[in-house]
């Protein structure tokens, strides 16, 4: 990981925030192997996170600027056509 992503992700992050211990979901048996190398194989197809992005998304949300009727069409049209509507 670079140095930038570090910095970023530390900047994201005030460090009084607090952290949980994850519980797993409960489980109806043992896990699957095969499955388990699905997944891990889809995660390791997965993009990187670009905290830029990221920390430009936040400060439109918090500048009320984010939801705008453009954005709300634009998901809504996507949804229908997802749904086949």
């Keep these: 990981m670079s140095q930038d992503r570090r910095k ?3 900047e994201s992050v005030p460090e009084e925030t607090p952290c ?3 519980t797993p979901p409960p489980m109806g048996g043992t896990p699957d ?3 388990t190398l699905r997944l891990l194989e889809k995660i390791s197809r997965m993009p990187d996170i670009r905290f830029e992005k990221v920390h430009e998304m936040q ?3 918090a500048q009320g600027r984010f ?3 453009e954005r709300i069409d634009g998901a809504v049209r996507r949804l229908m056509e997802e749904l086949g509507l």
């Design 33 to 35: 192997v095969a499955e």
């Design 59 to 61: 400060e439109l949300i």
């Design 67 to 69: 939801e705008t009727p």
């Design 8 to 10: 970023l992700m530390r």
């Design 20 to 22: 949980r211990e994850a």
